[in-house]
């Protein structure tokens, strides 16, 4: 069993061959799967998302990316769109949220505001966080010490040893995904061989940060096993260890998660356009920007 703990099966990306994208994930393998949502436009998309395949989970939250054109009013929806999916059995968390100081021209205050604000929600509801955490990692960190969220993942992780230490204590995971398969991506790579195995959550952020075989194409759940084989080479671990200790760790780190996997694909799928319509202005956040969306896959050491 192999759990996607970040993937944007709501982007636009995958408007033309998304039931294609989710049957492909499923034969490899890959039966729980996280949409993280990037701004209020696309919650309703990263719950229909969710909903269209067995083990689908989704997490609400305005990614800092999204910030410049996010609005104020926009933090009071979040908590009223959280306190109506509260008992919703495929809602796990708060995100994707964070801060993005690789990103010319982002207001870093703006960022700072919806970051500490969507930190503050997740505290009121006792809810884990998905954090994207780029050349931020000590600005992410002081704000955590501060309103002390329940648990979370640093989405594609890419910091010292000892942030990641300090975010471990908080009780974070880190996420390992697509850019580990980089050779010359030394520090992610040093990173996810040496940390505890407890420490770790498998992702893909597809369509983005796509794995090495996959350069500068679009990224897809169902590659998560064959980035999960590289990973279990760097640690010199059987495979079928790592997704037995890569699953437990995101069912820990994400408490709900067990119950949304536990639910089955509806008979009747949500409206298609429903889907198709939110995509179309919610694809996937590293593709708002132009120098985002190369980011990853360009330089792998830049997440």
Known sequence: MWIDTHCHLDAGEFDTDRDAIIAHAFAAGVTGLVVPAVEVANFDAARAAARA???GAYALGIHPLYTPRAKDADIAALREAV???????????????????FVKDLDPERQAFFYIEQLKIARDFD???????????????????????SSGIAHAFNGSHQQAEMLLSLGFKLGIGGAMTFERALQIRRLAADVPLDALVMETDAPDIAPAWLYKARNRPGELPRIAGELAKLRQIPIEQLAEATSANALSVLPRLATAMAQPCPAERLPGDALGASSASSS???????????A???DPSAH
């Open 284 to 294: 996937s956040a590293d593709s708002l920007n132009p120098a985002a969306s190369l």
């Open 53 to 55: 395949m067995p083990g």
């Open 83 to 101: 306190a109506a999916s509260i008992n919703d059995p495929r809602f796990v968390g708060i995100g994707e949220i964070g801060l993005d100081f």
């Open 296 to 298: 990853p896959h360009e």
């Open 127 to 149: 809810l884990p966080v998905i954090l994207h955490v780029r050349r931020s990692q000590d600005a992410i960190l002081k704000q955590l010490r501060i309103y002390r969220p």
